[in-house]
């Protein structure tokens, strides 16, 4: 499972490593903070793997760390609100991200959109 919050990305799947624990994972140090305080652990360095950061977590703790970043928002726009709590270059992946996900678009939405686009044009 992927999570964006306003403190970075993670990444937590059970890779069996711990049982009854997920790993979460992140490619920077700082989106593990409040989970890694949650779990009372210290965030591991692993540089040869596609993450390099970790904690484990059970699932539990990491609902509790997703309730708690849920009641937090207080923001109309989540791309705003990663530029002031993180940093540019959150920022504009943060928009990479909008913008692949764009692709998946429902086709209803494409022809909508299509047709309206068509008609201004014109």
């Given at each position: 499972m992927w999570?964006?919050t306003?403190d970075g990305?993670?990444?937590a799947v ?10 979460v994972?992140?490619?920077d140090?700082k ?5 890694a305080q949650?779990?009372?652990s210290?965030i ?9 950061y970790?904690?484990?977590?059970t699932k539990k703790?990491l609902t509790e760390?997703?309730?708690?970043d ?5 923001y109309?726009?989540?791309k ?11 920022h504009h ?6 913008v ?8 209803e939405?494409r022809?909508?959109?299509d047709?309206?686009y068509t008609?201004v044009?014109?």
């Open positions: 999570i964006f306003q990305f993670i990444s059970d890779n069996g490593v711990k049982p009854g624990k997920l790993a994972r992140a490619r140090r989106s593990l903070v409040g989970i949650i779990t009372d210290v591991e360095f692993t540089p040869t793997r596609d993450y390099q970790r904690v484990y977590a703790q760390l997703v309730s708690l849920i009641e937090m928002i207080d109309g726009n989540f705003d609100r990663v530029h002031e709590t993180l940093d540019n270059d959150f992946a943060a928009g990479q991200v909008w692949a996900m764009n692709e998946v678009t429902d086709k939405y022809d909508w959109a047709q309206r008609r044009r014109q």
